[in-house]
């Protein structure tokens, strides 16, 4: 039996989301041939690149449809009185959506938006103030993460990288 998980972090200081990659292969003998690729290749740059639009899609999905997106529960509802104001000052807007800043610095790349593929990293986020506020909640507003992976996403990002790795592996001469 394989598995492969993501999870995701954030740091409470900015708002980037981390993917941490977790496998484990006992006695796959395929995966462990891309565990093997994995161990020398040192530059996921390429995989990473792959990746960025997809979360950025993902996320423009997921805010639009507030939360109910691939297996997300919906979004908290807005207070009755947030409601009403936001109903007559920002007609038709979901939640989390207001000036569209938020949102537009998650799915495409603006000034505030935090997309940066390396060699050993992908880190993706906002530098919105508000972000964390919705990522965590507060003493008066419950927490409307705009950053939450589903496991749909997990598995196409995980897909990409094996598939990364497949490619490097060929590249490199290993019968995978």
Do not use: C, W
């Amino acid at each position: 039996m394989n598995t492969a998980t993501l999870s995701e972090s954030t740091n409470n200081d900015i708002m980037p989301f981390k993917l941490h990659l977790h496998i484990e292969y006992p006695d796959e003998k395929p995966l462990k041939r891309v565990m093997l690729v994995y161990q020398r290749v040192e530059n996921l740059q390429p995989a990473f690149e792959r990746i960025l639009p997809l979360l950025q899609h993902y996320t423009e999905n997921y805010l639009a449809r507030e939360g109910r997106y691939e297996g997300n529960p919906p979004f908290a509802p807005l207070s009755p009185r947030y409601a009403r104001y936001k109903a007559k000052r920002y007609p038709g807007a979901p939640i989390l959506t207001r000036s569209g800043r938020l949102r537009a610095s998650l799915a495409s790349i603006t000034s505030d938006s935090i997309a940066d593929a390396s060699p050993d990293a992908l880190v993706y986020g906002t530098r919105t103030p508000y972000a964390l506020y919705h990522q965590y909640g507060t003493r008066k507003m419950p927490k409307r993460p705009p950053l939450k992976l589903s496991k749909t996403l997990s598995t196409r990002i995980i897909t990409i990288l094996r598939n990364y790795l497949l490619e490097q592996g060929e590249k490199q001469g290993e019968n995978l």
